[in-house]
Structures are given as structure tokens and as C-alpha cells.
Antibody, heavy 119, light 107 residues
């Protein structure tokens, strides 16, 4: 059974950093692109970052480019999101998601982890 | 960026009813359209990929269709567990973008 379990969320002050983790199991992690998607309170879904199977390629929207870094450790079947210079608008639930092997949809999602940026 | 517009934003419906949710892209997306269901506890379940392909385990009462800029999700006969939020998402063009969501609620 595919499982994605996020951790590392919490309350952080504006301008500070936080690192999220996603532990994957039930599939060969190194074969799949992975992504982070977030949802601000009472809002819709927003794509945050994607990483290739080897980690050599990463993609971000302008809203987080230069502040967020996605990475992975295939030996540990783990995905990470390093978030720096956090802003109040980064407050959201962050979901780890697995892309399809031959498709670009997000076929599996974690349960999400909450990040609150506030002084 | 491609903008995705869902309608309606809220859809009151009854058990057993057939409902359709629409999703319009700001430009053609060549069937690269996916649908997701989100429950009140935040759990996100993929439903359909590439316009009309059901994800594994998704009941056959769900179906998707469309082309060009206009797509739709249809539930043929509503079950209690179907009352949730629904999101469309395009991955034809970077960055991937989601619709604003449709809340399917019990009438």
C-alpha cells in the first residue's frame, strides 16, 4: 500500500525557516517524480514544487522560487521541502504528492501537514 | 499561467441525483485535465486523469469528459460519501494549476 506521511510542520515567525519531510513507503520511491502542493486556510490547492526522480531537476512557481527548495533522498525514500524567508501568505497545509510513472497527474497524496507563519 | 475556472462553486444536490461539475481553461489544454476529491478532514483522493481515465478503485459512477478548453466531471447517482469538494487541475503547461473548487453539498 502506498503511503506518504508528512512531518515537520508547526508555528514559525515571519522570516524564519522550516523544513518539511515526507516519508514514502509501499512503492519504489526512486522511480517517481514527487511534488509538494499546498492549501491556504479556506482556499484552493496551489502547486509548490516538483522534483525529478534523481533530484537533478526541480521546478517552482514564482511565488516560492528562491525561498523554497525541494529535495529527496532516494536511499531513505524521503522527500523534503526547505522553506526559508517565510511569509504569512505561506500559511497553509502542505501535501506531499506522487506523480504518475507515465502520467503527470498526482496519483497519491499524503494527509498534509500544517504550517502557520505568524509572529 | 493557465487559469482554471470551475462552476458552480457550490452545488446542492440530493442522494441518487446525477450532477455535473464544469471546468474551463483559459487556453486549450489538450485533455491534460485531472480531477480530485477532497473530504472535510483534508484527505485528497485522485479521481480521474487525462480527462476521462478513472484512477484505480474509483467507482464507475464517476466519469469525465471534455476537450479543448471545456471539461466536466459527472457523478451518475450520488452516494452519501460523494459530498465533498472537487478540484480540476491542468498539467498541459507549466506551472500546473488548479481550479477554485466546487463544493458538492447535500440539499
Amino acid at each position: 500500500e502506498v503511503q506518504l506521511v508528512e512531518s515537520g510542520g508547526g508555528l514559525v515567525q515571519p522570516g524564519r525557516s522550516l523544513k518539511l519531510s515526507c516519508a514514502a513507503s509501499g512503492f519504489t520511491f526512486s522511480n517517481y517524480y514527487m511534488a509538494w502542493v499546498r492549501q491556504a486556510p479556506k482556499k484552493g490547492l496551489e502547486w509548490v514544487a516538483t522534483i525529478s526522480t534523481s533530484g537533478s531537476r526541480t521546478y517552482y512557481p514564482d511565488s516560492v522560487k528562491g525561498r523554497f527548495t525541494i529535495s529527496r533522498d532516494n536511499a531513505k525514500s524521503s522527500l523534503y521541502l526547505q522553506m526559508n524567508s517565510l511569509k504569512s501568505e505561506d500559511t497553509a497545509t502542505y501535501y506531499c504528492a506522487r506523480r504518475g510513472m507515465y502520467t503527470t497527474d498526482y496519483g497519491y497524496w499524503g494527509q498534509g501537514v500544517m504550517v502557520t507563519v505568524s509572529s | 499561467d493557465i487559469q482554471m475556472t470551475q462552476s458552480p462553486s457550490s452545488l446542492p444536490a440530493s442522494l441518487g441525483e446525477r450532477v455535473t461539475i464544469s471546468c474551463r481553461a483559459s487556453q486549450g489544454i489538450s485533455n491534460n485535465l485531472n480531477w480530485y476529491q477532497q473530504k472535510p478532514d483534508g484527505t485528497i483522493k485522485p479521481l480521474i486523469y487525462y480527462t476521462s481515465n478513472l484512477q484505480s478503485g474509483v467507482p464507475s459512477r464517476f466519469s469525465g469528459s471534455g476537450s479543448g478548453t471545456d471539461y466536466s466531471l459527472t457523478i451518475s447517482s450520488l452516494e452519501p460519501e460523494d459530498f465533498a469538494m472537487y478540484y480540476c487541475q491542468q498539467d498541459a503547461s507549466f506551472p500546473p494549476t488548479f481550479g477554485g473548487g466546487t463544493k458538492l453539498e447535500l440539499k
